[in-house]
């Protein structure tokens, strides 16, 4: 079956940096997102990666690793606001896209 | 634009009565998505179109749930005879994009519809 794996939960600092694991297993690979999601508000999209390698946007970079079947969500220099969960999704070799359950991330103080 | 619309935001009714959600998808997309969302979880695939052909159904979704995009614009999830655990946010979501291309073809989700079920 097809599989999408990151973290319930997560807890940083304000002020600090927080990495956010995803692993999938897929049939096929047509390219990675992640989408940000206040509690009661739609999904936002914050990055896509399709190839290998770091994308870097503002204060979030996303990493892809194909072979590994592996992503993260890098964010620096936390805020308040970025109290949120991040669902990371793979579009597979259906163009179909595979959800994950999200990683709720709390910022503390 | 004013992106993804949904109508009605919030939804109670009682089990076994029809619902039906509107969704007004950004007016140049031409692919539009359902989704069911419950807390803590990603969303959940039930349908999409292309224009007003509707291409996938997810085998997940009962013949209770029924959705048309008759003039290719705007959107309609109808559910019937609603149970308990249709309770749910339903999320639509639009793109700009064409069967099978690659490039990113990023969704915009809109606030959802919230149902509930007594």
């Known amino acids: 079956g097809q599989n999408i794996d990151q973290p319930t939960e997560m807890t940083a600092t304000e002020g600090a940096i927080v990495q956010i694991n995803c692993t999938y297993q897929t049939s096929g690979f047509n390219g990675l997102f992640w989408y940000q999601q206040h509690a009661g508000e739609a999904p936002t999209f914050l990055s896509y990666?399709?190839l290998d390698g770091l994308e870097e946007k503002g204060r979030f970079s996303s990493f892809l690793s194909r072979s590994k079947g592996y992503s993260y969500l890098l964010l620096k220099e936390l805020q308040m606001k970025d109290s949120a969960s991040y669902l990371c999704a793979v579009r597979d070799g259906n163009y179909q896209l595979i959800w994950g359950a999200g990683t709720k991330l709390i910022i503390k103080p | 634009d004013t992106g993804v619309s949904q109508n009605p935001r919030h939804k109670i009714t009682k089990r076994g009565q029809n619902v039906t959600f509107r969704c007004d998808p950004i007016?140049?997309?031409?692919?539009l998505y359902w989704y069911r969302q419950t807390l803590g979880q990603g969303p959940e695939f039930l349908t999409y179109?292309?224009?007003?052909?509707?291409?996938?159904k997810s085998r997940l979704l009962s013949d209770r749930f029924s959705a048309e995009r008759p003039k290719g614009s705007f959107s309609t999830l109808e559910i019937q005879r609603t149970e308990q655990g249709d309770s749910a946010m339903y999320l639509c979501?639009?793109?700009?994009?064409?069967?099978?291309?690659?490039?990113?073809?990023?969704?915009?989700f809109g606030a959802g519809s919230r149902l509930t079920v007594l």
């Open positions: 979501a639009s793109s700009l994009g064409e069967e099978g291309a690659s490039g990113a073809n990023v969704l915009t």
């Open positions: 179109f292309q224009n007003e052909a509707q291409l996938e």
């Open positions: 990666n399709v």
């Open positions: 007016s140049e997309h031409n692919r």
